[in-house]
């Protein structure tokens, strides 16, 4: 159903639903897969809707019906689910990246379909294997949802309640808990490395493993909570250079075994999509290594060599790159939300040909389309860059 224009709903660009007409009613349609991406569809009804694998990103779905809905495998990246109904609907490895769902009502729940006698929606809101990376959802209501192996780095869940939701193997690094109700829930090897926890209600949460390394917990409730089986402490986590796996080691040694004899021994890593997180490559020479798409989550990356380094669209939250050379760089889309990045060198490089002669081309640290919400860039002169 890709492409496609119904009746139901205004086309992208087609402006808002007109003044006092109905929003539209789309129950129990079958709209699997179907390419939804910008549409307006603020107040719909899509109860019990089957929605997988559709494509609704940047759609309007602000205080919609989606009791029940399969939105399983659905691309929500950055749609708008404001004050929206999503009880008992599955979410199961959907993306959920950037989206806002402050107000939304999460919670289980099953009714009975009067056209077919039917039973739609889930006792348990299904959201295992999600992303809702920097999700909004403030005040939202979460009770009882499962979250197994979701990832929520990043996101701002300020005053929402996930009072008894299974957190097992979900990753919530750096996301603003402040207020949360966790009461009961279930934690094994959550991770919430740097999150802010003021504030928040763990009262009788259960789980062996959670990490809260780096993590805020002041005035925290923490009554009959595990915690003397969880990992907590005031620094993030470093993976030291020998702990790093051997396959990423060798290909770093022979990275710069490449720098050193000018391309005559080892060879150019290229480490893409992989997850570096918390590794210390700190004061290491890492020029034109390409790294595009990859996880570099507190990476430690202080007095490092990044010339002409290809970073496009990594993430790289709460790395500190202090120092660091980054002239020539490239960090288009790069997510650098709290990255410390003071005194970094960044600018203009000449380019040179095979041959080692100048080519009469120069490179910009390029940062065009990078967030750098809540960076330190003291000393960083930004105007050299590409932005």
């Known amino acids: 159903m890709a492409g496609i224009n119904h009746p139901y709903w205004p086309s992208p660009g087609a402006g808002r639903r007109a003044a006092g007409a109905a929003p539209p009613d789309l129950s129990h349609k079958d709209l699997s897969g179907a390419d939804l991406e910008g549409r307006h569809l603020r107040q719909a009804r899509l109860c019990g809707a089957n929605l997988s694998n559709a494509r609704l990103c940047g759609a309007d779905l602000s205080d919609a019906d989606l009791f029940g809905a399969d939105l399983s495998g659905a691309n929500l990246q950055g749609a708008n689910l404001t004050n929206s109904i999503l009880r008992g609907v599955c979410l199961r490895g959907a993306n959920l990246n950037n989206a806002s769902l402050s107000g939304a009502d999460l919670r289980g729940g099953v009714m009975l ?3 077919t006698s039917s039973s739609i929606g889930l006792e348990v809101t299904d959201l295992s294997d999600c992303l809702m990376e920097y999700a909004t959802a403030t005040r939202a209501i979460m009770s009882g949802v499962d979250l197994t192996g979701a990832s929520l780095v990043g996101a701002k869940l300020e005053g929402a309640s996930l009072f008894g939701a299974n957190l097992a193997d ?25 999150a802010d926890l003021t504030g928040a209600n763990l009262e009788n949460a259960k789980g062996d493993g959670a990490s809260f390394l780096g993590a805020v917990l002041g005035k925290a409730i923490l009554d009959g909570a595990a915690q003397k089986q969880w990992r907590i402490g005031d620094a993030l986590p470093v993976i030291a250079a020998g702990q ?27 480490l893409r999509d992989l997850d570096l997180s918390y590794f210390d490559l700190a004061g290491r020479d890492l020029s034109g290594i390409d790294l595009a798409g990859s996880r570099l989550i507190g990476v430690k990356l202080v007095k490092t060599r990044l010339t002409l380094a290809v970073l496009n669209g990594c993430n790289l939250t709460a790395a500190d790159l202090t120092e660091a050379n980054l002239v020539g760089a490239q960090l288009h889309r790069a997510i650098l939300r709290g990255a410390l990045l003071m005194m970094a060198s960044v600018g203009e490089i000449p380019l040179r040909d095979r041959t080692g002669k100048k080519s009469g081309r120069a490179q910009r ?20 860059c590409q932005i």
């Open 113 to 115: 379909d009067s056209t």
């Open 170 to 194: 979900a990753d919530l690094s750096f996301t603003d808990l402040r207020g949360v109700n966790l009461a009961d829930a279930h934690v094994g090897k959550t991770v919430f490395i740097g």
């Open 244 to 270: 790093i796996p051997l396959d990423i080691r060798t290909a770093l040694a022979d990275h710069e075994e490449w720098l050193r004899s000018n391309g005559g021994r080892g060879g150019r890593a290229v």
């Open 365 to 384: 640290t390029n940062l065009s389309g990078a967030d750098l919400q809540n960076a330190r860039t003291d000393g960083v002169n930004l105007a050299g």
